[in-house]
C-alpha cells in the first residue's frame, strides 16, 4: 500500500470522521477540515475550514501542504440539509445547501487540482447520496446538489484523468449519524423497510468504501457511482 496525504472535509463527525479513522487506521497521513477546527479522530491533522469560504479552504490547504505534504486524496464530504416542501423551500434554503454541498466541493477540488496535477496523481471522491439519483420528497435542494456531484465527477475525470487523476462518487443510503438521528422513529422504520438489506448502515461501511477507492486497486475507476445503500438506490 502506498500511503498518501489525505484530506476529508468535514472530519470532526458522522461519515467524515468515520473516513478519517479509517485512513488513519490504513497508515496515511491524514487531515481533517472543520469549522470550528477542531474534532477530528487521533492521529490526524484537524485544521478549520469553512467550505463556503474559498479563502479558509485556501488557508486549510496550505497548513495541510505545509505540515503532511501535497495532498493527493480529497474527500469532500462536508453537507448540510435543509429539507422541506418545495412550496415552503426558501430560496436561502436551496442555495445555502448548494453553496455547501455542491460549490463547496467545487471549490475544495478546485484548490486540490492543483497539486495534484503537478503531481500527476491525485484521487477525488465526492460524497453524494442515495438521494441525489432517487430523488426525495422535501429535498429538492439537497437532491439537485447530490446529483450535480455525478456531473462533477464526469467532468473531471474527462478534463484530468489522463494526467493520472480519478474522480468517483460515493453515494451512501442511510447512514447511523446525527444526520439520520435527527428524523422521527416512525419515518426510520418506515425507511428501512425499503432497504432491501433491512437495515442503515453504519459510517464505518462507507468509509472502507472510499479508502478503497483512494487504494492502489483502484486506479482505473473514475467517473463512477458507487452506491453504499444496502440496494435500496438500485436501477440508478
Ligand atoms: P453530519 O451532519 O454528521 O456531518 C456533516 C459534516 O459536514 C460536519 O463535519 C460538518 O461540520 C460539516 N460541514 C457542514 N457545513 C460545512 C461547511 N460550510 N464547511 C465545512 N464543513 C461543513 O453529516 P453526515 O456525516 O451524516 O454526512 C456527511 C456527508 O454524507 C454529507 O455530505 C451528507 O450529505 C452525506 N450523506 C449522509 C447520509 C446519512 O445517512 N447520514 C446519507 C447519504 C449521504 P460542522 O461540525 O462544522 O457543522
Known sequence: MTSRTVLITGGNRGIGYAIAEEFVRQGHRVAVTSRSGSG???????VKGDVTDSASIDAAFSEIESALGPVEVVVANAGITRDTLVLRMTEDDFSEVIDTNLTGAFRVV???SKGMLKARFGR???????VGLLGGAGQVNYSASKAALVGMARSLTRELGA?????????????ETEMTAELPEAQQAEYKKQIPAGRFATADEVAKVV??????DAGYISGAVIPVDGGLGMGH
Open 163 to 175: 494526467r493520472g487523476l480519478t474522480a468517483n462518487v460515493v453515494a451512501p443510503g442511510f447512514i
Open 124 to 130: 477525488v471522491i465526492l460524497i453524494s447520496s442515495v
Open 40 to 46: 477530528g479522530p487521533e492521529g490526524a491533522l484537524t
Open 211 to 216: 479508502a478503497w477507492l483512494a487504494g492502489d
Open 110 to 112: 478546485k484548490r486540490a
